[in-house]
Every structure is written in structure tokens, then in C-alpha cells.
């Protein structure tokens, strides 16, 4: 086999390489949208649900920033999975 084949073989064989990396690539970059989708949609619920509940009870109070929905919910949120969507830390039990 010559030098120049050898290279050739080398090339095809790194280019086979690269191709099979791309689509991982690929496929990782799809289940991690897949996944922030799913997380998205659970904050949505959670937090529809959780402002239902303020309405039916207490009432609303005017929440005008990102940090003051994070203290609204993290004096309401009870459940670790709830309270996991919106990065707050589990609550530890009173009980």
C-alpha cells in the first residue's frame, strides 16, 4: 500500500469519525431541547396552578419582578419536584 493510500484510508476513516460525532452532537443537542421543553411546560403547570389557588384563596399581590415571583413561590411551593422546576431549594419538613 503506498504512502498516498494510507493518507487516503486515514482521511475517509477521520471523516467517518467526524460524521458519527456530528449526529451525537446532534442527538444531544435535540434530548437536551426535548428536556428544557418538558421543564418549561412543568413551570407553566406549576406555577398556573399555584396562582389558581392564590386567587381561590388569598388573593394576588402585584409581583412586578423575576425575583419576586421566586419569594411569592418559595413561600408557597411545598413539593420538592414544584419547587425543583423553579431552582428553589427543597423545603425541609416541620414535621
Given at each position: 500500500m503506498s504512502?498516498a493510500?494510507?493518507v487516503?484510508?486515514?482521511i475517509?476513516?477521520?471523516e467517518?469519525?467526524?460524521a ?7 442527538q444531544?443537542v435535540a434530548r437536551?431541547?426535548r428536556?428544557e421543553?418538558?421543564r ?7 406555577l398556573g396552578?399555584?396562582?389558581l389557588?392564590a386567587l ?7 409581583l412586578h ?10 413561600a ?5 419536584a414544584?419547587?425543583?422546576?423553579f ?6 419538613s416541620?414535621?
Amino acid at each position: 500500500m503506498s504512502h498516498a493510500e494510507k493518507v487516503r484510508l486515514q482521511i475517509e476513516a477521520l471523516e467517518e469519525r467526524l460524521a458519527r460525532l456530528r449526529l451525537t452532537r446532534t442527538q444531544l443537542v435535540a434530548r437536551a431541547s426535548r428536556v428544557e421543553r418538558k421543564r418549561d411546560t412543568r413551570r407553566k403547570i406549576v406555577l398556573g396552578g399555584t396562582v389558581l389557588a392564590a386567587l381561590a384563596h388569598e388573593g394576588m399581590p402585584a409581583l412586578h419582578t423575576p425575583e419576586e415571583l421566586a419569594r411569592w413561590l418559595d413561600a408557597r411551593l411545598e413539593r420538592p419536584a414544584d419547587r425543583a422546576v423553579f431552582d428553589l431549594e427543597t423545603k425541609q419538613s416541620s414535621r
